[in-house]
């Protein structure tokens, strides 16, 4: 995970390195990322590994519909 100061920065990071922006997150798509990722206890028994579909749903529920995340 990189972070940038600004848009205009994560664009000239991205020319510098041929790279496209369709990966890109805001600060407020990583915490909801990171909230319905991390909620569940992984010490508990009734964990489980999110399925394709359910981090599919997850994706998409934060916005997440380019190219790059579908998976």
């Known amino acids: 995970m990189s972070l940038f100061r600004s848009e205009e920065h994560v664009r000239e990071w991205c020319a510098k390195n041929n790279l496209g922006m369709d990966g890109l997150l805001s600060l407020a798509q990583v915490w909801g990322m990171a909230q319905a ?5 992984r010490r508990s028994a009734e964990w489980k590994r999110k399925s394709k579909d359910e981090a ?3 994706f998409t529920s934060l ?3 380019s190219a ?3 998976l």
């Open 37 to 41: 990722w991390y909620s569940e206890d």
């Open 56 to 58: 599919q749903t997850l």
């Open 63 to 65: 916005g997440l519909t």
């Open 68 to 70: 790059f995340w579908q």
